[in-house]
């Protein structure tokens, strides 16, 4: 629908269609009845979905004393079975399949909540959310739906986080307890982007923008904190994070450029490189004046248009 | 060329079908223009965007220093403020390269800030002029700056003080539902002015953006941070101008198939829909996110669709830390619209008269 649309708008703007034709072009946009109705069916199942989901977990976050621990089990296991077998059901029907699959995932992470609440196990939040990554694994295997797995990715940065509030600590003496979690989930992203994108090759349902570019914004944006906190904070040796930084623009630039044609990601890039050049250039100011301000206007001005033409030109080629 | 990449052979297949079809209909003559308008994709905008606004806060900076005894003068800074955005304006009319694209855009927002601080000062920070100063101002600048980001940024901020200024009047709520109404019009009329389509489309974002805001849970729980005065208005207030403008929004959009559907299938779609708008009353923000998907899917424009997936998610996720309604009542209202749901996707299912018509896919 995208590419229609830019087109014909192209050609509105240029006026290669007249005016009095605008109508009827625009009919090319729009979508046809048969259209609707695909949408509106997968819109309202995931809608519905994602409710009765959010509904189920935020019920047993409330805690409600007046039922007991007993009912609640039975009423989140029976949701589960119910979702399962409704995938199981409709197993040849992709939307209701994936719906039902994301649905007991949800089912799953209250069902493990209540247990918590239940026994009071003494558990750290961050086992939670590690076994019901490892208890979905299976579901998301299935499933062949890049969704499961960004719900997979998403638990395990939580459980990242969550372990390091309590642990990280422990590795005090050689580093910074949020540096820490924060060079984890660098980690941890780039290899998911790194694998996603090899299987990628071989798994066509894998291979969905989307979800790629979500891990890359992961993985970057945490790269370029780290590096913003060693250029200022000198919380972490600027050698190692400088070397990981241009090691993973280098990777994006050709990768992205050269391999696999994606002007998101090198925008990505430019974005990182904008931030971190004019932060490490404005730190090594030893007073700031009037010229180091102007200095500093005119390098953000200057590095912005060479991305923007740079990438601008790219899109002739690409017009991903 | 386009031909250099993978991608591009496919990009040309795709322009030939569609001006083949052209051709076929009539609407145009001979062969496909080898010059398309080359219109930069939203993240390369957004770049843009961002390295304009960062620059402006270095020029900020050093229009702070040089002219730091007349910016005491707050009438000064507004007239500073007010020559900045004309060279911006100049800038970016006779838009000749990227560089003055981006000094432009810097230019203007730094120009903004010196106008802002100027009004803060010359009224003694009173909160209803200040926003109701940067609204006019944002609206001016969304109607007259000749740049697509500086529109979308503008009539962005022009949406979100106006939802403040009405705030701090003692009218909290009623802006997300005027605000709402006036996204819906421009997206459901973006061809009604083909001369104007960058501006409208712009001016579409902007405001689809602070409608995403402005309905978000935290908007609302920061709502009374902006009124100290006896409020005037209540939540459902809002909530009602949104099933109105919701219902309306139905309403356009069947409106073309009108001719091709029985006028009882327009009445019951139009009843249901009211049902969704009811039952969805206390899950805020739902019905904003839902129609700017639906609004998108009737235009073609996957940015739009993308906009309301996102704040769906986003909303669902932040409705938890809602302080109204307790958490027993938040699961109620989201069971009782999942079923909803699923009901009204077995009563589509049913429905034959949606069956018919070729489909675009």
Known sequence: MSSNRKYIIDLINQQVIPSDKIKEALTLIYPKRGDWKVFLDNLLLWLGGLSLGVATIFFIAYNWKDIGYFA????????????????????????????????????????????????????????????????????????????????????????????????????????????????????????????????????????????????????????????????????????????????????????????????????GGCISGIIVISSFVFNSFTKIDVGELFIMSLLVIILGTISSLWLKRLNMGIKS | MVEKTKYGYKIMNNQNTTWSILVDKGIVKGDTPLETVNDSPWYIKTLVGFSGWLASIFILGFIALIFKDILDQYLTSSIIGIIFIAGAFVLLKNQKSDFFEHIGLSLSLAGQVLIIYGIVNISNSKEAVIWGALFLMQTSLALIMPNFIHRVLSAFFAAFSFAAWLSVLGMPYLASGLIMFLCAWIWINEFSYPMHHRKVVAIGYGFALSLILIKSPAFFNALSLFSNTEQLTKPWMGETISSCVFLYVVWKLMKPYQKEIPQVAVIVTLIITLIFCIASYEVLGLSSCVMIILLGFSVGNRILIGFGIMSLLIFISSYYYLLEITLLEKSEHLFILGLIFIFLRWVLQQTKIWNKGESNE
Not at chain 1, 80 to 109: C, R
Not at chain 1, 167 to 193: H, R, Y
């Open chain 1, 72 to 267: 609640k089990f039975g009423m989140l296991e029976l949701l589960l079975i119910g979702a399962i077998f409704v995938y199981y059901k409709f197993a040849d029907h992709k939307l209701i399949g994936k719906v039902s699959l994301v649905l007991a995932t949800l089912f799953l992470g209250a069902t493990m909540a209540l247990f918590g609440q239940t026994y009071q196990t003494g558990a750290d939040p961050w086992q939670l959310f590690f076994n019901w990554s490892l208890l979905m694994l299976p579901w998301a295997y299935i499933s062949k739906f890049p969704a499961m797995w960004i719900i997979w990715v998403v638990l395990i940065n939580l459980t990242i986080v969550l372990y390091n509030q309590v642990f990280g600590g422990t590795f005090g003496a050689f580093f910074n307890s949020d540096e820490l979690t924060m060079w984890l989930i660098f980690c941890f992203n780039s290899l998911v982007l790194v694998v996603w994108e090899i299987l990628s090759k071989y798994r066509p349902w894998l291979d969905v923008r989307w979800s790629v570019r979500l891990l890359a914004l992961a993985s970057g944006v945490t790269l370029t904190s780290l590096t913003l906190n060693a250029i200022f904070k000198d919380n972490t040796d600027l050698m190692i994070a400088a070397v990981v930084w241009f090691s993973w623009m280098g990777a994006n630039f050709y990768l992205y450029q050269k391999v696999k044609a994606d002007l998101f990601m090198l925008t």
